[in-house]
Nanobody, 121 residues
Framework: QVQLAESGGGLVEPGGSLRLSCTVS????????MGWYREAPGQQRQLAAS???????TYHDSTKGRFTISRDDAAKTVHLQMDNLLPEDTAVYYC???????????????WGQGTQVTVSS
Protein backbone atom coordinates (compact mmCIF):
# COMPACT_ATOMS: atom_id res chain seq x y z
CA GLN A 1 0.00 0.00 0.00
CA VAL A 2 1.09 3.54 -0.75
CA GLN A 3 0.30 6.65 1.28
CA LEU A 4 0.56 10.33 0.34
CA ALA A 5 1.01 13.12 2.89
CA GLU A 6 0.27 16.63 1.60
CA SER A 7 1.13 19.93 3.26
CA GLY A 8 1.40 23.64 2.55
CA GLY A 9 -2.07 24.85 1.63
CA GLY A 10 -3.67 27.93 3.16
CA LEU A 11 -4.94 31.45 2.64
CA VAL A 12 -2.83 34.00 0.80
CA GLU A 13 -3.42 37.41 -0.71
CA PRO A 14 -3.27 37.95 -4.49
CA GLY A 15 0.35 38.18 -5.61
CA GLY A 16 1.51 36.03 -2.73
CA SER A 17 3.24 32.65 -2.69
CA LEU A 18 2.65 29.20 -1.29
CA ARG A 19 4.64 25.97 -1.46
CA LEU A 20 2.88 22.62 -1.52
CA SER A 21 4.66 19.39 -0.65
CA CYS A 22 3.64 15.76 -0.98
CA THR A 23 5.63 12.87 0.49
CA VAL A 24 5.05 9.32 -0.64
CA SER A 25 5.53 6.32 1.63
CA UNK A 26 4.80 2.62 1.70
CA UNK A 27 5.59 -0.13 -0.74
CA UNK A 28 7.44 1.66 -3.54
CA UNK A 29 9.78 0.29 -6.16
CA UNK A 30 9.71 3.26 -8.50
CA UNK A 31 7.77 6.53 -8.82
CA UNK A 32 7.23 7.41 -12.46
CA UNK A 33 5.11 10.53 -12.52
CA MET A 34 4.42 13.03 -9.72
CA GLY A 35 2.05 15.92 -10.01
CA TRP A 36 -0.54 18.29 -8.63
CA TYR A 37 -4.11 18.59 -9.85
CA ARG A 38 -6.63 21.17 -8.71
CA GLU A 39 -10.38 21.29 -8.49
CA ALA A 40 -12.29 24.54 -8.07
CA PRO A 41 -15.97 24.59 -7.06
CA GLY A 42 -18.17 23.66 -9.99
CA GLN A 43 -15.22 22.82 -12.22
CA GLN A 44 -13.52 19.64 -13.34
CA ARG A 45 -10.26 18.56 -11.82
CA GLN A 46 -7.38 19.78 -13.97
CA LEU A 47 -3.63 19.33 -14.07
CA ALA A 48 -1.71 22.18 -12.47
CA ALA A 49 1.74 20.69 -13.03
CA SER A 50 3.48 17.33 -13.27
CA UNK A 51 7.03 16.03 -13.47
CA UNK A 52 8.28 12.72 -14.81
CA UNK A 53 11.15 10.52 -13.64
CA UNK A 54 13.55 12.38 -15.95
CA UNK A 55 12.64 15.73 -14.42
CA UNK A 56 10.62 16.93 -17.37
CA UNK A 57 7.82 19.21 -16.22
CA THR A 58 4.40 19.87 -17.72
CA TYR A 59 2.25 22.85 -16.78
CA HIS A 60 -1.28 23.98 -17.45
CA ASP A 61 -1.24 27.11 -19.59
CA SER A 62 -2.63 29.12 -16.68
CA THR A 63 0.20 28.13 -14.34
CA LYS A 64 3.18 28.48 -16.70
CA GLY A 65 5.66 31.08 -15.52
CA ARG A 66 4.11 31.27 -12.03
CA PHE A 67 4.30 27.70 -10.71
CA THR A 68 7.41 25.54 -10.46
CA ILE A 69 7.27 21.82 -9.79
CA SER A 70 10.23 19.84 -8.49
CA ARG A 71 10.88 16.39 -7.08
CA ASP A 72 13.30 14.95 -4.54
CA ASP A 73 13.54 11.25 -5.30
CA ALA A 74 15.62 10.46 -2.24
CA ALA A 75 12.88 11.93 -0.03
CA LYS A 76 10.08 10.65 -2.30
CA THR A 77 8.66 14.16 -2.28
CA VAL A 78 7.21 16.49 -4.88
CA HIS A 79 7.00 20.24 -4.34
CA LEU A 80 4.89 22.87 -6.07
CA GLN A 81 6.13 26.43 -5.63
CA MET A 82 3.29 28.79 -6.48
CA ASP A 83 4.17 32.46 -7.00
CA ASN A 84 2.13 35.47 -8.07
CA LEU A 85 -1.03 33.68 -7.01
CA LEU A 86 -4.34 34.85 -8.46
CA PRO A 87 -7.88 34.50 -7.10
CA GLU A 88 -8.59 32.02 -9.90
CA ASP A 89 -5.94 29.71 -8.44
CA THR A 90 -8.31 29.07 -5.53
CA ALA A 91 -9.04 25.34 -5.45
CA VAL A 92 -8.41 22.11 -3.63
CA TYR A 93 -5.03 20.83 -4.75
CA TYR A 94 -4.50 17.07 -4.98
CA CYS A 95 -1.18 15.28 -5.14
CA UNK A 96 -1.05 12.50 -7.70
CA UNK A 97 1.69 9.91 -8.23
CA UNK A 98 2.08 6.90 -10.51
CA UNK A 99 3.90 4.21 -8.57
CA UNK A 100 5.27 0.78 -9.35
CA UNK A 101 5.33 -1.29 -6.17
CA UNK A 102 7.64 -3.97 -7.53
CA UNK A 103 9.63 -4.78 -10.64
CA UNK A 104 6.77 -6.91 -11.89
CA UNK A 105 4.07 -4.35 -11.14
CA UNK A 106 2.74 -2.29 -14.02
CA UNK A 107 1.94 0.59 -11.70
CA UNK A 108 -1.11 2.60 -10.71
CA UNK A 109 -2.24 6.06 -9.71
CA UNK A 110 -2.49 7.21 -6.11
CA TRP A 111 -4.17 10.39 -4.90
CA GLY A 112 -3.75 12.52 -1.82
CA GLN A 113 -6.70 13.78 0.22
CA GLY A 114 -6.32 17.33 -1.04
CA THR A 115 -5.25 20.63 0.48
CA GLN A 116 -7.18 23.88 0.20
CA VAL A 117 -5.53 26.89 -1.43
CA THR A 118 -7.46 30.14 -1.15
CA VAL A 119 -6.27 33.35 -2.80
CA SER A 120 -8.21 36.32 -1.52
CA SER A 121 -7.73 39.80 -0.12
Amino acid sequence: QVQLAESGGGLVEPGGSLRLSCTVSGRIWFILEMGWYREAPGQQRQLAASIDAHGRATYHDSTKGRFTISRDDAAKTVHLQMDNLLPEDTAVYYCNVFVRESISDGGRDYWGQGTQVTVSS
